[in-house]
């Protein structure tokens, strides 16, 4: 048995993309990633080479400090503890931390064991008198020296987010997603610094999409692996699966990069967070669907071979799509893309990969009431989707104007659909999770 000690950022999403800017999550990242890096790590635990060292099974997940016990000893695990929460809280000073210690005959295992201790470490309240809140974070009070260019007053935290974030704009240590992708894309083209220069990327030169992608059901993947544990290959990919898992991520997303990318210019997509089963990515509005059904494609792709012989059903990866202006405020678009995705999970039960989007520009900033539906539905009504979208404008908007005020089958829209040419052709939209008002809605955003 051995013992495991993690100890990271909880909530990390939340706590990267509560600044309104870009800038305050490219530095958060950025701190994340210097915080937890392996260098840095072995760094904080130096005087304590004797009981404890990095966990190599868990790979390289920002955020995420793991770490293995030699000894199996309490005093040692809450030591280290407050070593290692000691040095994220001075770097991370408002990002809420957890500690928990594990144990099982490997890592995965050990994570399907209930923590035998776990502590949480909520930032300390600040005790400054009320003064102006931080225009950044809205989380604490601005400091009196730190603004930024627009002159918005800043806390100590958003004043260091700015100065990191400043740091990778001038290619200076960038946040490891970063770093990571442009290695896999054998690139030295670095992604867009503005999320206006990523909007540019689109046809219409003011939206972007933000996506948000998670695995489904992870953690019965794993516990499946387990009860399998006495066949062999079972036995091996539980041993490597969180590296698996991380793995067929990041082929995913740099599949799917590849689906939208001409590989000369500067990569289309703004990477907020990549690590394990998460992805939360910007891209040009009109490359969205097509990102999407490239990364849950090729999700599902490479962790079946991975899978394969172990008996054990693989994961896959449902996602939610957000269409915004550029100009809009991150964390309002965070909150509602999570919303989506819980949404997509939720309606099929993560027994499959999904999809759950809204246009934020013309349903509005509140989740609406929109059938999430499976990849498998998106992969099958493409090519209708794309004859949707090569209608005319004019024609679409008169067909989705008709739609407001008549229900499919009366007579002004079968009228203008037989105009169209596309009497025969709707069928599927006709019925729910894609009607004929959603499909034209989605195509607003289709690449031309
Ligand atoms: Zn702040």
């Known amino acids: 048995m051995t013992v495991y000690l993690d100890i990271g950022v909880v909530y990390i999403q939340s706590w990267l993309t509560r600044t309104t800017k870009l800038r305050g999550r490219r530095g958060g990242s950025a701190m994340i990633s ?21 966990n190599d099974e868990a790979g390289d997940i920002d955020g995420v400090v793991a770490l293995k016990l030699l000894v199996d000893d309490d005093d040692v695990g809450r030591q280290v503890e407050q070593i290692v929460v000691g040095h994220l809280r001075g770097k991370l000073p408002t990002a809420t931390l957890r500690a928990g210690q594990y144990i099982g005959e490997n890592y995965a295992a050990a994570r399907l064991n209930r923590a035998k201790w776990e502590n949480t470490w909520s930032p300390a309240v600040s005790d400054w008198p009320p003064g102006k809140p931080c225009e ?11 603004a930024d260019e627009e002159n918005s007053r800043l806390c100590g935290e958003c004043a260091l987010r ?8 001038e ?40 996506i948000y992608a998670d695995g489904n059901a992870i953690g019965k993947f794993i516990g499946d692996l387990h009860r399998m544990r006495r066949e062999k290959r079972a036995r091996e990919l539980l041993e490597r699966v969180t590296k698996v898992i991380d793995e067929s991520t990041w082929q995913a997303l740099v599949a799917a990069v590849g689906e939208i990318w001409d590989g000369d210019t500067a990569p289309p997509m703004i990477p907020h967070l990549v690590g394990g089963d998460d992805v939360l990515v910007s891209v040009p509005a009109d490359q969205a669907w097509a990102f999407v059904r490239t990364l849950q494609s090729e999700f599902s792709r490479v962790i079946r071979h991975a899978t394969e012989g172990t008996g054990v059903t693989p994961p896959s990866l449902s996602a939610g799509i957000v269409f915004h ?45 929109r059938t999430p539906f499976r ?58 999770p894609i009607l004929l008002a959603d499909a034209l809605g989605m195509v607003r955003w289709w690449r031309r």
């Open 34 to 54: 210097e915080a937890t890096a392996p260098d840095v790590v072995d760094g904080v635990i130096d005087g304590m080479r004797d009981k404890v060292v990095r």
């Open 136 to 146: 950044w974070c809205y989380s604490w009070p601005a400091t009196p020296n730190d």
């Open 162 to 169: 700015k100065a990191k974030a400043i740091d990778a704009e």
């Open 171 to 210: 290619g200076k240590p960038a946040p490891r997603q970063e770093k990571e992708l442009l290695s896999r894309l054998d690139t030295a083209t670095r992604v867009p610094n503005m999320m206006k220069d990523l909007a540019k990327l689109s046809g219409d030169g003011t939206h972007v999409a933000l």
């Open 325 to 369: 202006h550029y100009i809009k405020p991150l964390h309002v678009m965070h909150d509602l893309v999570s919303t989506l995705l819980r949404s997509a999970k939720t309606e099929y039960h993560g027994a499959e990969a999904a999809i759950a989007w809204q246009d934020a520009t013309r349903d509005g900033e509140e989740p609406i009431d």
């Open 375 to 432: 990849h498998a539905k998106l992969e099958t009504e493409t090519p209708k989707l794309a004859e949707l979208a090569a209608l005319p404008n004019a024609a679409r908007q008169r067909l989705a104007e008709l739609l407001r005020s008549h229900e499919l089958g009366t007579k002004p829209v079968e009228q203008h659909l037989r105009r169209l040419g596309l009497a025969g052709k709707v069928a599927t939209f006709r019925e729910d």
